[in-house]
Every structure is written in structure tokens, then in C-alpha cells.
């Protein structure tokens, strides 16, 4: 789906003659593109202001409220002056360089807010900001005169650091005069109001400019948006952790001690929301101490969380300090209630190997009992796709489906109440998934609704049936559960007619009750083999299987699958076949130049096998110093095919072979471009000699094909010829592919023999 083909977005109709910019009560959809109107920053600040006022009137309070029509009671010029120190980076700015040419002389205006309370001159409770707001300079110069041994090589966080310690906010303010330094006032406000719309912390009204210029998609669901805090405490807790959390985000030291230290002081969340952000927090904050060795400082931290990241940093820091009972007993209570399916398994494996004396992780233990595959390493760049290849190499049947399977069946077979008149809206909009799977609600405010569409799995028809009606309805309309492909219901359709109801139920049931968690973390690949579904996990050496990864394989066999890791063995495939190819092209750039000629050797078994050459007439001049370079004249393409005339040729040469060359991304790149222009796929995994000589044969000065062909005595009679070159770049994939058989200690030959 284009971005023309976007829905509506919302914007303000006018409200007077006198204030054409804005409404704050009526919406219209609209779409815009190209230049911005010349104060298109004030509408979306009143288009803010509506929103929050129509929708949150009961999480405001009366004050907020009031700061509303006080804001639109102000001089139309300072109302947009305001709005543009909201999208300022801080609250803290100078007079003297505020340059805004639409607005006219920003003096008066800025009395006009000072008198209206709307900006005050900072003082001592702003110092902290206004230490960052202060120039490198400024710092030295105010610091040069109170301390001793300030030196102009100083860093600005070290200058911050000691004007912290070492002098006193009122002493600080006198030595700068910083009366022309002025702080926007309300910013608390307007930033809580951001939060409500946005649902975390916003600086700044940004995301409305993107949505203007069409690089941000939002939803048209009318007015169909539910307000995502129901109570003002909920709003204000939740708020709360997520400012805390955004300030730590590019914090310094000084910062993360203060975090800290307010830490002792955190509320207790008496809501779920509150209760996330609060987990959030905590485990940043503690990642944060653990970094700068305040290791007593983020173990607090950790236990001020409840998730399962804090819970095991917590154990892990008992552990590493020596309190053993403490953890023991903390690991108890976390296997005795635990708060997910995920702390369960952190908790019952962290006991059996810190207490039980097992010797390996449940990770560790999946991954060891794995079956492994073995794959010619060539195909690294894409293990899942490659592994998907082998099994239906020997007649099973595969898809890549990841998340992507449970997602799709999950938002087509519950449509109408995700997204439909019978469903929910989402919060705002810029969000597409729907408020209920957001907030945790969805299962309980329609259970019947779900049981009855979840009951249509039993007739593995009559469900297809439904899911094709669906899909052909609604195809292409932009929703936050999956995206819209054109086989997306090939993998749903093997899943419904081979696999038990209740298995597939199970999954959707979990996933209704919490979406959130539940929408990660599924295997890679869904088979089907002798009628039966199974799901797998695709690694290979090195890779390490996630916990949720685990969690969500052992969900997969109590509701009845079988799902497991499959392992990949990178090995040399003495029967691979590789196509080392060559482009000699009129520049370097892709986009604005073509092929000349392509020369191609097939590799099969340590031989060369088979030969393609070809000149094309690449429909543009040739450069000069390219003509130098290749020999190849506008001549001696005048009457060559252009690429079209051979694409189903070298398609067919092509095979299903790796793609080989010397600097691949080029060669690649080039081919990959004449098949787009014309509407075509080129997709072959990829093998570069270059950078596989760099890896294996160390030392040498230069990795050109001229140099290395020098070294190792390849002949290269027509360099700069495309033939001669992928001749060339083919004995050196031989050289590569003989040192790669060693290392694995195979040999390709023995290999060979023992196959036939």
C-alpha cells in the first residue's frame, strides 16, 4: 500500500475568521504533502489541546484545564511563540536567540507571556537544566572567576560536573546575569498532555509535522478513540515512571545518581500500567549503576522492579555478593508466585543450577538436544531460508513464519472486534493497534465474541472460508498486528487443515489474554511432514536461544504441537554450484548507469562447468576514462541485445546457484538493478571472494584481483573484461573453497566419492 493510499489524517477545520489556524472540537480528515503551512506548528499544538481536552477532560485536573483556555486567551503571536519554545530541545532558552521571522519581534511577545505567566526568568530551581542549557564558554567564563584551576581544555561535562559540586545556584546565577535567560513555564503540563495523546514521553510535536509532511502513517477510525487511562492516579503514576525513565535516557553520571537516589521515593503502582513502567524504569536505572560499578546502588533498584529482568539481576547481584540464603530464598518466592511464564522458567533454572547443582542452563540443555542440519556455510547470510530449502528438499513442506503465522490468523480471525464497528478504537491516531490489546483488556470485555470465533476452528473450512472473506475485504488496510502480504494465508491454510483445533485455540486464547508478550518470540519455521505440524527454531554455532524463544517453544508443546531448535552445521557442499559473475558497467553508480557486458563462469564439484558472455547495449554514453579502462567502445555495443533480451537467459544460467564475485555488493547490485527496471525479482544468496580472501589468506598488501591473481599465479590476460575477470575471481572461489575444506576438516572430493 502507497502512501497515497494512506487514510485521512486528522486536522483542525477553522474555527473564526479571526483564528483561521485551528478548531478544538471538530475533526476532518485531510491529507497534505509537500510545504507546510507558515504556522502549521500552532494547529498541531491546538489540534493537541482538543484532543486532550475532548477525550482526558477527566485526567485533567481543574488547573490544567483552566491552562487550556488561558492559553487561548492569549495574543494569537505569543500563543504561537509558546508553541514554539514547547518544540525547543528543554525549557530553558536565551532571549536574544529567539529568530522567528513569521512571528515579528519576539520582545514584546515574550513580556506579553512573562505577564501572562507563561515564561519566568530562571533562578535556582531551574540550575540544574540551565548548567546543560549553558555553552561550553559560558561555563568557563562563570567558573573562571569562583574556582581555581579552570582550563579552557575542559570538557562542558566536566565544567557541569563541577559547577554542581562545588558552587552554589544563587552565586552561580549573580556571576552569569542570566536575567536574559528565560524557562517556559507549564512545561510539566504540556508534557504530561503530550503523554496522554502519545501514551510515553514526547518532546516537542514533531511526530505531527512528520504525519503532515507523509512520513508518518496514522489511522482513521472517525472518532472511535479510547481514552488509555481510565483514573487520573492510573495517568499520573504511569507518567511518572516514564519521565523519569526518558530522563535517564544519554544521562550523565550526576544525573543517574540523582535517579538514584530518588529511587527511595518511588510510589507504589496501584495499576497495571504504572506497575510496567515502574519494571521499565527500574531495570534501565539498574543497567545504568551496574555500568558505573554502583553495583549496592542497582541492586535497590532491581528491587523496587517485578519483572523477570529485574528479578534475575537481582538474584544474580546476591549471588556474586555472596548472599546465598537471600537469593535462595528470593528464587523460592519467585517459583512459588510467579508473575509470567517467562519468570517461571528464570527462576526454576536459575534454582536447579545455583542450588541443585545442575550443570547447565534449560537454554543450554534445548540447544544440546537439538538435531543439527548441516547447510553449505555459502548460505550463512540466510540460515532460516536455506534451512527451509532443505526441508523441502526432502519433502517437507516449509515456511518461514516466525511471528508472522500466529499474527496474521490472530488479527484476520478476530477482525471486526480488533478493528471493525464491534471492536475497539485505538488511543490515538497515531497508533494502530487497538487500545484493548494495548491495555490488557481484550479477552475479558469479549469473551463471547472470541469464543465464538475461536469455535470456528473446528470446521477447518467453514474457518478458511471466513479468513478468505476477511482478507479479501479488508487487503491493504493498515493495522498494528500484521502486515499484508500476497501468500499470507498459504502458511494460516496449512496450519488450520493440518494441525488439532484445540491446539491452534490454545495459542489464540493466550494470545487474546495477553498480546502484548504473546506476539513475539515464535519459532522460525512452520513444517509440515506425513500430515503433521511442527514448528522449529532455526541456529546455528554461536547463536544463543532467547527465553522468550524458549517460552514460547514450550507454550507451543502444552497446548499439543511439537516444536522445537533444529541446529545448522556450516560444512562445504562439494556438489554446491556457484555462478562467479563480472560486470564491466559505464560508472560506478547503480542508479545512473548500466551494464556494458556480463561474463559468468558455473563452478560445480572444484570444476568450471559451463561459460556466459555477453556485451549489452547499456542505452547511454560510455565515459571516456571507462572506455580507457575496459577497451569496451560505444561500437562495440551499438548493435549488442539490451538487458532485457538476455534476463531470461541468465535467470536461467542463473539456476538457483550462489551468486559469486570479486566486491560482490557491485557485480550484485548492478545485475539486481537491470531486473528492477524491468519490474523483476533478483535474489541469489551472495559470496564475496574479496572479503573470503581477506579472512583466509591473510597478509597480503592489496586484495585487488589484479594483485591476488599476481600472488598466486592466476592468469589474467584481459583485465577489466568481464569474462577474463569472473575466470579469475572462479580460481580464486577454488582457493577459498579448498582453505574452507581444511578448516572443516573435509574433504570436498572424499565427499564427493563417498555421495556417488
Known amino acids: 500500500m502507497s502512501l497515497d493510499d494512506a487514510p485521512g489524517r486528522l486536522r483542525p477545520e477553522p474555527l473564526s475568521s479571526a483564528d483561521p489556524d485551528f478548531d478544538q472540537t471538530h475533526w476532518a480528515p485531510a491529507r497534505r504533502r509537500g510545504q507546510l503551512p507558515t504556522h502549521y506548528y500552532h494547529a498541531h499544538f491546538e489540534e493537541l489541546l482538543g484532543f486532550v481536552e475532548e477525550r482526558y477532560r477527566h485526567i485533567l485536573s481543574p488547573d490544567q484545564r483552566d491552562l487550556i483556555g488561558s492559553f487561548r486567551a492569549l495574543d494569537i503571536n505569543a500563543r504561537r511563540l509558546y508553541v514554539r519554545l514547547v518544540n525547543r530541545k528543554g525549557r530553558v532558552f536565551s532571549a536574544a536567540r529567539l529568530r522567528y521571522p513569521e512571528l515579528g519581534d519576539a520582545e514584546p511577545l515574550l513580556k506579553t507571556l512573562q505577564a501572562a505567566g507563561w515564561v519566568e526568568p530562571a533562578g535556582i530551581d531551574h540550575y540544574f537544566e540551565l548548567l546543560r542549557f549553558l555553552t561550553k564558554r559560558e561555563l568557563n567564563r562563570v567558573l ?29 546565577l549573580e556571576t552569569l546575569g542570566a536575567h536574559r535567560i528565560l524557562v517556559q513555564r507549564h512545561a510539566d503540563d504540556i508534557g504530561f498532555m503530550l503523554f496522554l495523546f502519545f501514551g510515553r514521553v514526547q518532546d516537542g510535536l514533531s511526530q505531527f509535522t512528520l504525519r503532515d509532511l507523509g512520513l508518518v502513517r ?57 506497575a510496567a513502567a515502574r519494571d521499565e524504569l527500574a531495570h534501565a536505572l539498574g543497567r545504568a549503576l551496574e555500568k558505573t560499578d554502583q553495583v549496592n546502588a542497582a541492586l535497590r533498584v532491581y528491587k523496587r522492579g517485578e519483572s523477570t529482568q529485574c528479578s534475575e539481576r537481582v538474584v544474580r547481584l546476591l549471588l556474586a555478593d555472596g548472599r546465598r540464603d537471600e537469593a535462595r530464598t528470593f528464587l523460592e518466592r519467585c517459583i512459588d508466585a510467579p508473575r509470567s511464564d517467562e519468570q517461571a522458567l528464570m527462576a526454576e533454572d536459575l534454582y536447579a543450577r545455583k542450588f541443585d547443582r545442575k550443570r547447565t542452563s534449560a537454554v543450554t540443555d534445548e540447544l544440546r538436544a537439538a538435531p543439527v542440519i548441516e547447510l553449505d556455510e555459502s548460505r550463512s547470510g540466510s540460515p532460516e531460508q536455506a534451512a527451509a530449502e532443505w526441508f523441502e528438499s526432502r519433502g517437507v513442506r516449509a515456511w518461514r513464519t516466525e511471528n508472522r503465522l500466529w499474527r496474521t490468523l490472530f488479527g484476520l480471525l478476530l477482525w471486526d472486534d480488533l478493528f471493525g464497528s464491534k471492536g475497539g478504537g485505538t488511543h490515538s491516531p497515531f497508533e494502530r493497534l487497538p487500545a484493548a490489546l494495548l491495555d490488557g483488556t481484550f479477552a475479558a470485555c469479549r469473551h463471547d465474541r472470541i469464543t465464538a470465533r475461536l469455535a470456528l476452528l473446528d470446521d477447518p473450512g467453514a474457518a478458511r472460508r471466513e479468513l478468505l472473506t476477511t482478507s479479501t475485504r479488508h487487503y491493504g488496510t493498515p493495522n498494528g498486528v500484521f502486515r499484508w502480504r500476497r501468500d499470507l494465508l498459504d502458511p494460516v491454510f496449512a496450519l488450520l487443515e493440518h494441525a488439532d483445533a484445540d491446539a491452534v485455540r490454545n495459542i489464540l486464547a493466550r494470545m487474546c489474554r495477553d498480546y502484548r508478550e504473546l506476539r513475539y518470540g ?30 514460547r517453544i514450550a507454550q507451543l508443546r502444552d497446548a499439543g504441537f511439537d516444536a522445537g531448535v533444529v541446529r545448522v552445521d556450516w560444512i562445504i557442499d562439494p556438489l554446491q554450484t556457484y555462478v562467479v559473475v563480472d560486470v564491466e558497467t559505464t560508472g560506478g553508480r547503480g542508479e545512473r548507469h548500466r551494464v556494458t557486458e556480463i561474463g559468468a563462469v558455473k563452478v560445480r564439484g572444484g570444476e568450471i562447468v559451463d561459460r556466459f558472455q555477453t556485451l549489452l547495449n547499456p542505452a547511454r554514453s560510455i565515459p571516456p576514462d571507462i572506455i580507457r579502462l575496459t577497451g569496451i567502445t560505444p561500437a562495440m555495443v551499438a548493435d549488442a541485445p539490451v538487458f532485457a533480451d538476455i534476463a531470461d537467459r541468465f535467470r536461467e544460467f542463473m539456476g538457483d546457484a550462489i551468486f559469486v564475485a570479486h566486491n560482490v555488493d557491485f557485480d550484485y547490485g548492478f545485475i539486481a538493478g537491470e531486473y528492477r527496471r524491468l519490474g523483476q525479482r533478483f535474489r541469489h544468496p551472495r559470496l564475496c571472494t574479496c572479503a573470503s580472501m581477506r579472512r583466509l589468506f591473510p597478509g597480503h598488501r592489496s586484495y585487488g584481483l589484479a594483485a591476488l591473481c599476481a600472488s598466486f599465479g592466476i592468469a589474467l590476460e584481459q583485465h577489466h573484461r568481464a569474462l577474463c575477470d569472473a575466470e579469475a575471481a572462479a580460481e580464486l572461489l577454488l582457493l577459498i573453497n579448498e582453505k574452507r575444506t581444511m578448516l572443516s576438516g573435509s574433504s570436498p572430493a572424499a565427499a564427493a566419492q563417498a555421495d556417488s
Open 144 to 172: 573562571a572567576q569562583r574556582l581555581t584551576g579552570i582550563g579552557r581544555s575542559m570538557k562542558k561535562a566536566e565544567l557541569v560536573y563541577l559547577a554542581e559540586r562545588h558552587c552554589g545556584a544563587a552565586e552561580f
Open 218 to 274: 496514522v489511522q482513521d477510525t472517525g472518532d472511535d478513540y479510547e481514552p488509555r487511562f481510565a483514573e487520573r492516579s492510573e495517568a499520573l503514576e504511569t507518567w511518572f515512571f516514564a519521565r523519569q525513565r526518558h530522563r535517564l535516557r544519554g544521562a550523565d553520571d550526576a544525573t543517574i545518581e540523582r535517579l538514584a537516589r530518588a529511587a527511595r521515593d518511588w510510589p507504589a503502582p496501584v495499576h497495571p500500567a504504572g
Open 522 to 551: 515464535y519459532p522460525d519455521l512452520m513444517l509440515v511432514e506425513n500430515g503433521k505440524v511442527r514448528f522449529v527454531e532455526i541456529k546455528t554455532e554461536g547463536d544463543q536461544l532467547r527465553r522468550n524463544q524458549l517460552v
